[in-house]
């Protein structure tokens, strides 16, 4: 299998345009105002303008107001919605999107409960646990929490860099992974050189 690539907190259509010609296979755009790598409707426009086809666009949101995300998705057509704070299955289902929910790899967390109550997400994006963090932190996720087999597409995330990704896939074969800070320059800026570099590791954990 193929293990796809998303790369989170884009902020620029350059950023986007480097990662779809290295074969990524979504983006990730960030709506939570609190996140270094929040993009405002017109930026966020801007980029998804600029992609080529067959590439997901993924908006990330955190505990928002339901007619925050409804707002968002008026302006931008986005493809798939990622649901990062503390959001309940009806909430998540209430946009008629697909959806995916990150849950923290924390000790004590059920992740086979969490992928139960939310039946109706397309994976469960597995992050590091960093209290009052939601994604992006750098910290590597404990891969021995999740258990195996898993009910769900696992998207593996947390802590992911070019050196450390090919390990991360053999460990957990994860159906995706998902990179931020580990591919950054600067907050919200992608260093294409290490965006080509996560891609290579990925690819070399597929042979």
Known sequence: MSTRIKICGIT???DA???ADLGADAIGLIFYERSPRHVGLR????????????????????????????????????????????????YCKSFFRPY???????PG?????SAA?????????????????????????DWGLIPRPYPKPIILAGGLHPANVAEAIRAV????????????LAKGVKDHDKLSAFVRGVRDADV
């Open 43 to 90: 930026e966020a426009a801007a980029i998804v303008r600029a992609l080529p086809p067959f590439v997901t666009t993924v908006g990330l949101f955190v505990d928002a107001p339901a007619a925050e995300v409804q707002a968002v998705l008026a302006e931008i057509p986005l493809d798939l919605l990622q649901f990062h704070g503390a959001e309940s299955a009806a």
């Open 12 to 14: 620029r259509p350059e």
């Open 109 to 113: 967390v059920d992740l086979l409960q």
């Open 173 to 184: 074969r994860p159906w995706a992974v998902d990179v931020s800070s580990g591919v950054e």
């Open 100 to 106: 995916i929910k990150a849950i923290a790899a924390a």
């Open 117 to 141: 109550v939310h039946d109706a997400a397309r994976g469960i994006l597995i992050d590091a646990y960093v209290p009052g963090v939601h994604g992006g932190s750098g910290v590597t996720a």
């Open 17 to 19: 345009l480097r990662a």
